[in-house]
């Protein structure tokens, strides 16, 4: 067991902490107990630590340090959790406790072991399943659903997965027969011996579970709709089920006010067809290179990113997404990256998405994607494609599930993680030469635009402590700022706009800020260093003028204003609040998003309307 110093040592040395949970705890109560169960019922973790009596803040650079601010009653908070743990829970879970001085304070130190799979899930009695059941997801502990609870007894698959279940308002009449030949197509090239080839269509249906007999009458499934139902059955009886293709023309995703950069293909079709339709659009569209195999006379153009990549991502998404919820798939193509969002969290670990084994949500689905040889469903479909990735020379993939939204996303990097112009970048960057781990996160960072702890971890293969050092030292040097904190820790490149609240060595940043930023400055130029804009900052004859205005302005004479503003310098939304009084919000919903759409006024970040960095400026003379 670890001691309470070293708990705290590691508490201060990282942004989050998965196994570790600090508690001022004054008294056993509720929070304590979930954490517990939270650690008893996470598969594979291990079991945890809290460490009780400590306190906590954050300091100026946004890190959360903890203290050890002590225990009043040491004995009575180890006596009262040792019976709470032993009575008020499902199974009883005898923790390990020791209390020891730190800086002349009582703490607890409490490891909890992980409960064993014939025990899980762990439970408060009193509230009963699954609301009782906690899990220790990331650095928190979340209540459990009903999808949590097979989870943790181990199962495989539920004994009834949510896409078994028969959609009572459809008719055997809502199977598209299209979609019957093409599975019968891809059956046969995968396995031309298949016993259920020789069916006829319904006991083919039936046999796949796409049908079921209820009362003597063939029912479509949930699995049978989404593979095979007709375009019209969908729309009646899952109107959002649809994949979405959205092309964006940058890096970043762009406002409602900027649709002229989007284009985006629907596809309302059962996905034996749909899925081979958004894959073609997909390589059709991708960055080809030139590769002249041995022996041949000829080259051959060959996508940069292989088509097995895209086709089990995209499997992924529809195998593991939830289907009780409204919502499209949707592909978003950026410039650099595709990004692939389902509507559901990951059933399984994403630290565990290299361990052999599948938490499959949809079985039903999953087993005719893998008879079909479009997906796997060991486990082994994420290694695959990183596998693939990596060699093509290609950054692996990064893998995100949010229990919060409700959703996972699978990002595909477009090109070589260090081009020619990310090496002229880091080169111009002030300071010491970056090291190797530290050059990938600047990249992710400025193709991205953040970069977390999680997604570090996932690149890069590093454990969670030397990713938060690296992490902390990029920030320490000025080259990433930290955002949020805990849990919700997050790192940008730095706003090279932001010059008055830098350390010395940030301003040398504007050295290289033609590099950070992604699009170029039309019109103006940047606020100089260390000023802070207001009237008497103004040019004489601008803040004459502009104090003459007044407050109530027509839109008109408004509109002139900002214009003569944005064409003496590059500014801020909010800094033209500041200087013309106005409500940032109203100010750039009234008048700045509609001067940007008739192109009285230019974004410097086109690709992205909202980006918290961005600045208007006037259009540059023809």
Not at 483 to 496: A, E, F, I, M, N
Not at 593 to 621: C, I, W
Request: glycine share 6%.
């Amino acid at each position: 067991m670890r001691s309470a110093a070293e708990l705290l040592e590691e508490l201060n040395a990282v942004d989050e902490s998965i196994r570790i949970e600090a508690k001022r705890a004054s008294e056993i109560g509720k929070s304590v107990l979930q954490t517990v169960i939270a650690y008893t019922n996470e598969p594979n973790l291990g079991g945890g630590y809290l460490l009780l009596g400590a306190d906590w803040k954050t300091d100026d650079k946004g890190d959360v340090l903890y203290w050890a601010a002590g225990l009043s009653d040491p004995d009575k908070i180890q006596s009262d959790l040792a019976c709470q743990c032993a009575s008020m829970l499902s199974v009883v879970v005898r923790p390990e406790m020791r209390v020891e001085s730190v800086d002349g304070k009582a703490l607890l130190a409490v490891f909890v072991p992980e409960a064993a799979i014939s025990q899980k899930p762990v439970y408060l009695q009193a509230t009963g399943l699954p609301r009782g059941a906690y899990r220790r997801i990331g650095s928190t502990d979340q209540r459990c659903v009903d999808e949590d609870i097979w989870v943790l007894r181990g199962e495989i698959q539920p004994q009834s997965g949510p896409d078994m279940a028969v959609v009572h308002d459809a008719s055997g009449h809502d199977v598209d027969p299209q979609a019957v030949t093409e599975y019968r197509r891809l059956r046969t090239k995968a396995n031309p011996s298949a016993e259920e080839l020789a069916y006829g269509d319904d006991d083919l249906l039936e046999a796949i579970g796409a049908l079921r007999r209820i009362d003597g009458e063939l029912k479509p499934t949930v699995a049978g709709i989404v593979l095979f139902g007709r375009p019209l059955a969908l729309r009646r009886l899952m109107p959002a089920l649809r994949i979405d293709y959205i092309r964006m023309a940058g890096t970043q995703w762009i406002d409602d006010s900027e649709e002229r950069f989007v284009t985006t293909l629907e596809v309302r079709q059962p996905l034996l067809l749909g899925l081979r339709q958004i894959i073609n659009a997909i390589v059709d569209e991708l960055p080809r290179g030139f590769r002249l195999d041995e022996g041949a006379l000829q080259s051959r153009q060959k996508a940069i990113l292989p088509e097995q990549v895209i086709r089990e991502a995209l499997a992924n998404a529809v195998m593991h997404r939830s289907y009780q919820i409204h919502s499209a798939v949707q592909i978003i193509r950026y410039a650099n990256r595709i990004e692939v969002i389902n509507p559901g969290f990951s059933l399984k670990a994403v630290a565990d998405f290299d361990t052999p084994g599948s938490r499959l949500r949809n079985p039903l689905i999953a087993a005719v994607l893998h008879d079909l040889h479009w997906a796997e469903t060991k486990g082994s479909g994420i290694r695959t494609m990183r596998r693939l990735s990596r060699t093509a020379g290609l950054p692996l993939p990064d893998l995100s599930s949010d229990r919060q939204k409700n959703e996972f996303k699978t990002t595909l990097f477009l090109h070589h993680f260090l081009t020619e112009d990310d090496y002229h970048w880091l080169r111009s960057m002030p300071g010491n030469t970056l090291k190797t781990e530290e050059a990938k996160v600047m990249i992710y960072a400025r193709e991205t635009g953040a970069i977390d702890n999680t997604a570090c971890r996932d690149f890069s293969g590093l454990n969670i402590l030397a990713v938060s050092k690296i992490l902390r030292r990029l920030r320490d040097r000025h080259l990433l700022v930290k955002k949020g904190s805990g849990s919700r820790t997050y790192y940008t490149l730095p706003d090279p706009l932001q010059a008055s609240d830098l350390h010395p060595e940030q301003a040398q940043l504007n050295l290289f800020e033609s590099h950070l930023l992604r699009a170029p400055l039309e019109g103006g130029k940047l606020p100089a260093p260390g000023c802070t804009l207001d009237h008497a900052t103004l040019p004489p004859e601008l803040a004459t003028f502009l104090a003459g205005q007044g407050e109530d302005l027509n839109q008109e004479n408004l509109r002139q204003l900002i214009v003569r503003l944005c064409a003496w310098q590059t500014l801020t939304g909010e800094q033209l609040a500041t200087l013309l009084k106005k409500d940032p919000h109203y100010l750039r919903f009234k008048h700045l998003t509609p001067m940007v759409r008739d192109g009285t006024l230019v974004l410097r970040y086109r690709e992205n309307g909202k980006h918290p960095q961005q600045t208007y400026s006037v259009p540059a003379s023809p």
